[in-house]
């Protein structure tokens, strides 16, 4: 299986502030089909299922706001919230699509601080 | 708009099996354009695929529940199930029901049900 390991645990950001959340893949999840990283973002509130923010490590799903983006490539990729709002506060998590079975990061936490 | 609802037993003895169902509206497991996989989740925990059907009526099963894990569908009640034999205090989780969306046949998830919570208890 390909271990999706996910930095930091948790992070207290300042409303207004970036946040960063990094995820790292045990081996490469670039596929050359199309030259594209297998790569997807959930954000998880409590008490709900995750929602799909990324996917292709940077493609933003349709309806998510602009300041979460996706980048990184092969094995190392970034969650950037650009401006913390209220509402961003939640566990995310990354989840690859290269490999069977498909895996997931352990999640990292995100509060206002 | 697709919407998924997972019901079952919220409580199951050890040793005995979890059987859960997946009530799909908006789509259609016969259109034959996604396929339609158990997702579970740990308190406190990260998530863990579990399997997916197609619908030929195919099945791929994650191979650490591979021996124990059954997933089948009702087309004529647009119903997706899930069983697991033998369970143990391992396999306490909100259960949740999930499309895949993607290049196939590994995918990303979109959507997902609200989750139903198993627990495993005598």
């Known amino acids: ?14 409303l207004g502030e970036r946040a960063t959340i990094n995820c790292k893949s045990s081996q490469s999840v670039f596929t050359s089909s199309n030259n594209q990283n297998c790569l997807a973002w959930y954000q998880q509130k409590p008490g709900q299922p995750p929602n799909l923010l990324i996917y292709w490590a940077s493609t933003r799903e349709s309806g998510v706001p602009d300041r979460f983006s996706g980048s990184g ?7 950037t919230i650009s401006s913390l709002q209220a509402e961003d506060v939640a566990v995310y998590y990354c989840q690859q699509y290269f490999g069977f079975p498909v895996t997931f990061g352990g999640g990292t936490k995100v509060e206002i601080k | 708009q697709v919407q998924l609802q997972e019901s079952g037993p919220g409580l199951v003895k050890p040793s005995q099996t979890l059987s859960l169902t997946c009530t ?3 789509d259609s497991f016969s259109s034959g354009n996604y396929q339609w996989s158990w997702i579970r989740q740990p308190a406190g925990k990260g998530l863990e695929w579990i399997g997916r059907m197609y619908a030929s009526g195919r099945t791929d099963y994650n191979p650490s529940l ?3 894990v059954t ?8 119903q997706l199930s899930l069983k697991v034999t033998s369970v143990t205090a391992a396999d306490t989780a909100v259960y949740y029901c999930a499309r895949d969306f993607g290049p196939s046949p590994n995918n990303w998830f979109d959507p997902w049900g609200q989750g139903t919570l198993v627990t495993v208890s005598s």
């Open chain 1, 1 to 14: 299986d390909i271990i999706m390991t996910q930095s930091p645990d948790s992070l207290a950001v300042s």
């Open chain 1, 73 to 79: 490539s092969g094995t190392d990729f970034t969650l």
């Open chain 2, 24 to 26: 799909v509206s908006g």
């Open chain 2, 66 to 68: 591979k021996s124990r």
């Open chain 2, 71 to 78: 997933i089948l569908v009702d087309t004529s009640k647009n």
